[in-house]
């Protein structure tokens, strides 16, 4: 094969490539989509497709059959959570917004998934987080207050096994932070970037832009 014949393979294997990741593969089906709807109408922005396919992703790849959510919302982030799951996986979620909660449970009904796979939280996290077990979870994902992201993932240090993932959702790249105003939500991006980069127990996955924070769990101690 020529020059031009290589380079139009990998033009045609790159359009294919594309259109494989194109939005229509991220399209969100019904389920979702009234999920979306409730979240927009409660004000409480729910994550897009590509995090959520992310958070699938993970879910998947880690097997996880205890998975702990931080900011339920109107469940947006937790349909794309169980898809990736385990059959018997239990989704623990927490908010502190009964109403969200409720709209959360109505949508995980209607998809089909029993009680038993959902243990709905309601509270404030900072006070629930202290009442989950050491080690026990695969996979945390946590979006709700960003000031108290840090303290978020050291939460998620102590629940997480070795092995299991955090993902903080809404973060901007390290770069993009340099141009945030000065203020407590900067600061405790600041603060967890710097934990993802310097903590022995962690290790971070680069980003690309913003979104999703993640970070493995070492065996360290
Ligand atoms: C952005 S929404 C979550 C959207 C959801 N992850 C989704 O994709 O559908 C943030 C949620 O966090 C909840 N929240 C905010 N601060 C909280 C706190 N300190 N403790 C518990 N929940 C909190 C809010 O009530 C809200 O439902």
């Known amino acids: ?39 927009t109408e409660f004000g409480c922005a ?6 959520g396919a992310a958070l699938r992703f993970l879910a998947t790849a880690l097997r996880a059959r205890a998975v702990v959510e931080i900011g339920t919302g109107a469940g947006v982030s937790g349909q794309w959570l169980l898809r990736g799951m385990a059959p018997d996986g239990v989704l623990t979620s927490i908010d502190i917004e009964p109403e969200h909660q409720r709209a959360a449970r109505a949508g995980f009904r ?39 992201y840090p303290r978020y993932l050291d939460a998620a240090i102590r629940l997480l096994r070795p092995g299991g993932v955090v993902a903080l959702c809404g973060v901007p790249t390290a770069d993009e932070l340099d141009s945030y105003e000065a203020g407590p939500e900067a600061r405790a991006l600041l603060e967890v970037h710097q934990a993802c980069r310097e903590d022995e127990r962690l ?9 999703l924070l993640i970070a493995a769990r070492t065996a360290a101690a």
């Open 110 to 148: 209607e998809a089909g998934y029993p009680s038993g796979r959902l243990r709905l939280i309601n509270g404030i996290a900072l006070e629930v987080l202290p009442r989950l077990a050491d080690g026990a979870y695969d996979l945390v994902f946590a979006d709700a207050a960003t000031v108290e």
């Open 203 to 211: 290790v971070p996955l680069p980003q690309a832009t913003t979104g």
């Open 46 to 51: 729910p994550i897009d497709p590509a995090e």
């Open 1 to 39: 094969m020529n020059g031009d014949g290589g380079t139009a393979a990998r033009r045609g294997f790159a359009t294919r490539a594309v259109g494989y990741l194109a939005p229509s593969h991220l399209d969100e089906d019904e389920v979702l989509l009234d999920a979306r709807t409730r979240g």
